[in-house]
């Protein structure tokens, strides 16, 4: 290779890099660094031969032709190097100190009076010596013109092809063992840990890497490249492989970069026949558009990575090759996971980057996201919903489906739970903790649809009774870019009427305009006291608002609603506090002591109320989401709750029939350390548990139900419940009814908690209710219940109080 390095540069080469018994070689190049490319690059050199090497005008350069624009520097008149010798040439002795703690051998650019300088070598290139942190060539050259050594790494094919990988800022490339020598990216690892001065002469020398253009015929079978753990055994190697696309997956990030990733599968008949190694593997694309197509086969060099679970062939240095197109797809693994969490991540591992189906009929038990995406498990299984009620409870049988893009749904099935669904197979990928499968076509798919259950009824109120409803309104933003982030929804007019007007038709309908309304995810006050105007009519009064502003980042926040009728609102105050925990979160209206930041981004409302004369206190939540992961962001909610625990303890201590109600999100499960910290020693019930099990979900996660809200209640206001339900409109149905006025499903992604509570004293518990609500109608047939919440669509958008509110605001 190194002859054939010489000849494209237009050198003359010497045999082995040597001079006498002297070699040189490069074993380790620093170019991308955290800081200032010009301050911090150094590259070391190592003398493995056996006799002194003079370096007078030995020359680093990155220029391949003489007389370039790129850089080339020399060592000066007196330098040598010793055997076993290593020398460092930093662009500054100052900023390679600063990181290192010690002096390079030489510096490019002068800092430092005691270090050697090197020379400029204009005749050989005009510009700086500095590396191109996407790609780049490095070149050491003799003092007559000869090729020691040479590599090129990153997008830079110029002398090794494929390249030697690219490293992450603060990472370097070293030659591992240092005295191997094969001229191909097979000497060189990615070091996290920079390692200037010491070079690594443990291990064996690697296989050279054959390029593009040299046979290589034999290569390995995935499944010796994947291995029989949930880590690669070739981890962080530059592997070859071939294989079979059998799938594709375009994925958009909330910052609207789309992501690739290919899915290969060995040639049938290639595989290495183990079952306990998958015959496939992602590769992950970045950016770049596929141009290989499904039934291609494939050729891929690249290196092996984790991501977050997932094996895969990373983009940076991937190379691939098409060699065939058109041969048939390996057959897919019918799937039997088993419901045991700890089984089904052991049962899936031999099976990731496969393709894998269903043996026939798949039942939907999380409907279609707007993310593209459902929930199915086998139709053998028995128990649905699959009910969660803490972390460890088994969901192993659930497979989220996604589809082979989630920037485009295309013809993907808009599914509710409890349907059917034929002809799902497609390769298996590891994704946010989950094992799922990639749904490639959509025209095989054949749905059989369930009829939509009866509308429900809420019960109706005695005399001297109350009823409190929880309603998370699922991003209920305004028009106005108050951040300017992508993340923050940007409705237009027309999609905020519908928003409303469907809110409003379930507050009315299915909840009978209850006494008070807890709210999440609201963006402001406007937008609440327009819903109550949109709800004048059905209700026959106008709620009251009770809002107050919060720190979240994204600008939802909570809020009350309350019938004036019956309730007077004496005060409220959002009541936050402070952790050491790293919450991340900046709140202008705290000062925390040192070491300590805000808990909450939604602080609780604590809301004084009179009803009836008797006095209520109300804490309205929206707890920490599991965004960010699931066991990671656990103690900050665990942290909320036990400061609930204090501001009810405190309300207890000075009353014991104190009327209390602790009701939100609380982005956990029923039995979480968060929620049994607020139940578990008597002081608040969650009036929710009274409701059978199966009906006992407020929302649906990747397919598993939960509940997820509460309305936790003092003892005082235990003893006066008479009766708990779940509305179930939002969860087991897909997104897009979001935007069909015609059905009250799916206004949010929430279901909707009511309870009923006397106002006399004393009255003892019920036995738990199971859910004997009468129906109105179905919705085929909705009648005309439903019929006024379309007008009140058509009055807003045409100029009604949301739009006004838009203009006024802008």
């Avoid at 609780?604 to 929206?622: C, D, K, Q």
């Avoid at 935007?739 to 006399?760: G, R």
């Avoid at 439903?786 to 605001?809: D, M």
Wanted: aromatic letters at 6%; one cysteine or more; charged letters at 15%.
């Amino acid at each position: 290779m190194k002859w054939l390095l010489a000849f494209l540069l237009g050198l003359v080469l010497l045999p082995g890099g040597q001079t006498g018994d002297g070699r040189l070689l490069l074993t380790e190049i620093y170019y991308a660094t955290p800081g200032e490319d010009t301050q911090q690059e150094w590259v070391e050199i190592d003398n493995v031969g056996t006799a002194v090497f003079p370096l007078a005008n030995v020359t680093l350069t990155d220029e391949e032709q003489a007389g370039g624009p790129e850089g080339a520097v020399q060592f000066p008149s007196h330098a040598v190097i010793a055997p076993g010798e290593v020398v460092i040439v930093a662009q500054t002795a100052v900023g390679f100190r600063a990181l290192f703690g010690f002096d390079p051998g030489y510096e490019m650019v002068d800092s430092d009076t005691a270090v050697p300088d090197m020379l400029p070598h204009p005749a050989r290139a005009t510009g700086p010596l500095v590396l191109n942190n996407d790609g780049d060539e490095l070149i050491l050259l003799a003092a007559d013109g000869q090729l020691l050594d040479a590599v090129s790494y990153g997008d830079s094919t110029a002398l090794l092809n494929p390249p030697i990988p690219g490293v992450f800022p603060g990472q370097s490339i070293a030659r591992i063992p240092a005295r191997c020598d094969t001229n191909t990216a097979a000497d060189w690892q990615p070091q996290t840990i920079p390692t200037p001065g010491q070079i690594h002469t443990d291990g064996v020398c690697a296989e050279a890497i054959p390029s593009p253009t040299q046979a290589a015929d034999t290569l390995p079978p995935i499944g010796a490249i994947q291995g029989s753990g949930s880590v690669s055994p070739r981890f962080n190697e530059v592997v070859t492989l071939r294989g079979v696309l059998t799938g594709i997956y375009e994925d958009r990030n909330t910052a609207g970069v789309t992501y690739y990733t290919l899915f290969v599968q060995d040639v049938p008949g290639q595989e290495d026949g183990d079952p306990a190694t998958s015959d496939g593997i992602a590769v992950f694309l970045g950016q770049e558009r596929p141009s290989a197509q499904i039934g291609d086969q494939v050729r891929i060099s690249g290196r092996v990575m984790e991501f977050f679970g997932l094996t895969e062939i990373d983009d940076d240095g991937l190379r691939i090759t098409v060699e065939a197109s058109g041969l048939p797809l390996p057959e897919p693994v019918v799937m039997a996971p088993p419901a045991d969490n700890g089984a089904q991540a052991a049962y899936f591992e031999p099976l990731e980057g496969m393709r894998g189906a269903f043996a026939g009929e798949a039942r939907v038990v999380g409907a279609t996201f707007s993310g593209c995406s459902f929930a199915a498990v086998d139709s053998t299984v028995i128990d649905r919903p699959v009910v969660r009620q803490q972390f460890t409870d088994p969901i192993g049988q659930i497979v989220p489906i996604l589809h082979t893009s989630d920037v485009d749904c295309g013809h993907f099935p808009h599914v509710k739970s409890g349907d059917q669904v034929a002809g799902l197979a497609g390769p298996l990928i590891y994704h946010f903790d989950q094992f799922k499968l990639v749904q490639q076509e959509t025209g095989s798919l054949v749905v059989t649809a369930v009829t939509y259950p009866p509308l429900p009824s809420p019960p109706s109120l005695a005399e001297n009774q109350i009823s409190i409803a929880l309603y998370n309104m699922e991003n209920h933003f305004d028009a106005h870019d108050d951040t300017g982030s992508a993340e923050e929804p940007k409705p237009t007019p027309a999609e905020i009427a519908r928003k409303e007007a469907k809110i409003a038709g379930q507050i009315s309908q299915f909840l009978a305009c209850p006494t008070l309304v807890g709210v999440q995810e609201v963006e402001n006050e406007a937008l609440l006291l327009s819903l109550a105007q949109a709800l004048a009519a059905p209700c026959g009064f106008v709620y009251d608002v009770t809002h107050r502003e919060s720190a979240d980042i994204r600008g939802i926040d909570v809020a009350l609603l309350s019938d004036p009728r019956q309730v007077t609102v004496q005060n409220a105050t959002l009541r936050q506090t402070c952790t050491p925990l790293d919450t991340g979160i900046v709140d202008k209206t705290t000062a925390c002591p040192a070491g300590q930041q805000p808990l909450f981004s939604r602080p609780p409302l604590a809301v004084e109320i009179m009803v009836g004369g008797r006095p209520f206190t109300i804490f309205i939540n929206h707890f920490k989401s599991k965004r960010g992961g699931e066991v990671e962001t656990a103690p900050q909610r665990l942290a909320q709750a036990h400061f609930l625990n204090e501001q009810v303890t405190a309300l207890l201590a000075a009353d014991t029939q104190a009327r209390v109600v602790v009701m939100g999100d609380f982005n956990d499960y029923e039995l979480s350390p968060a929620l049994l910290a607020m139940t578990g020693d008597g002081r608040l019930t969650n009036a929710l548990s009274t409701i059978p099990l199966p009906e006992r979900y407020s929302f649906v996660f990747s397919g598993a139900a939960q509940l997820i809200d509460g309305i936790l209640l003092s003892p005082a206001l235990a003893a006066n419940l008479t009766h708990a339900t779940i509305q179930h409109l939002n969860a087991d149905y897909p997104d897009v009814l979001a935007a069909d006025t015609a059905v009250p499903y799916q206004a949010t992604d929430h279901d909707l908690p009511l309870i009923i509570l006397n106002l006399e004293e004393g009255v003892s518990m019920p036995t738990p209710l199971a859910d004997d609500s009468t129906t109105v109608s179905a919705l085929e047939a909705p009648g005309n219940s439903w019929s006024w919440v379309i007008g009140v669509v058509l009055a807003v958008a045409a100029g009604g109080t949301a739009v006004w509110f838009i203009r006024r605001r802008a």
